[in-house]
């Protein structure tokens, strides 16, 4: 089946810069690749996707690259912000399949 | 409110012992997803249905079993429960297989 690995396990930054959340998968024929925030004791929240036919795609501050020759995907987040904190999940469905294969997940500190 | 309700929103029971937990998807949308999320640990696949049908399943225990009604609500079935089913139980619905998830706010369990 599909396997997903997210890098980093944690991300501190301060406010203002940057972040970059770096995930890999491993099966080629994977074709959907969302980005979900998770706050606190809250659920999961869809911030942005990508479908394999799409190099980048980009919503305000919040941007996601795809390499499909590499098999890797990326979050950025640009003029980062404290209500950016949160745990980060990556994922990954191939066509065949039904269900999301999620990354272990980022935390992201935005330091004041 | 993402429109995807989960009750209970708490859980707390005792070893051997056996809950519901009960997911109403999103008005319209036909798929419903299963995951558990450990303490620090990513979202774990464990059973979707589609209209009714189950159409993939991952890491459930056999203990753990799941339906779709004709009114397209889910129940997830927990038995014998063991201190390490303590999680919270997200459920997500969408409108179809290739689309992203809407996640619940999710069921704590605690199994003491």
């Known amino acids: 089946g599909e396997n997903v690995e997210q890098h980093p396990s944690t991300l501190s930054v301060q406010e203002g810069d940057s972040a970059v959340i770096k995930c890999t998968y491993s099966?080629?024929?994977?074709?959907?690749f969302p980005w979900y925030k998770q706050e606190l004791g809250k659920r999961p929240q869809l911030i942005i996707d990508?479908?394999?036919?799409?190099g980048e795609k980009k919503d305000q501050r919040i941007a996601v690259t795809l390499n499909k020759t590499a098999k890797h995907f990326s979050l950025h987040i640009t003029e980062t912000q404290p209500e950016d904190s949160a745990v980060y999940f990556c994922?990954?469905?191939?066509?065949?399949?039904?269900?999301?294969?999620f990354g272990s997940g980022t935390q992201l500190t935005v330091l004041p | 409110d993402s429109g995807v309700t989960q009750t209970p929103k708490h859980l707390i029971t005792a070893t051997g012992q056996r809950v519901t937990l009960r997911c109403s998807p999103r008005?319209?949308?036909?798929?419903v997803y299963w995951y558990q999320q450990s303490l620090d640990q990513g979202l774990q696949f464990l059973i979707q249905?589609?209209?009714?049908?189950?159409?993939a399943k991952g890491n459930i225990l056999e203990r753990f079993s799941a339906q779709q009604f004709p009114d397209l609500h889910s129940e997830l079935n927990l038995s014998s429960l063991e201190l390490g089913d303590s999680a919270l139980y997200f459920c997500?619905?969408?409108?179809?297989?290739?689309?992203?998830?809407?996640f619940g706010s999710g069921t704590r369990l605690t199994v003491v």
């Open positions: 994922a990954a469905r191939r066509g065949s399949a039904r269900q999301l294969t």
């Open positions: 008005s319209g949308d036909l798929s």
């Open positions: 997500a619905s969408s409108v179809m297989e290739s689309y992203g998830y809407t």
């Open positions: 099966d080629s024929a994977s074709n959907y």
């Open positions: 249905y589609y209209n009714g049908e189950e159409r």
């Open positions: 990508i479908r394999s036919n799409v």
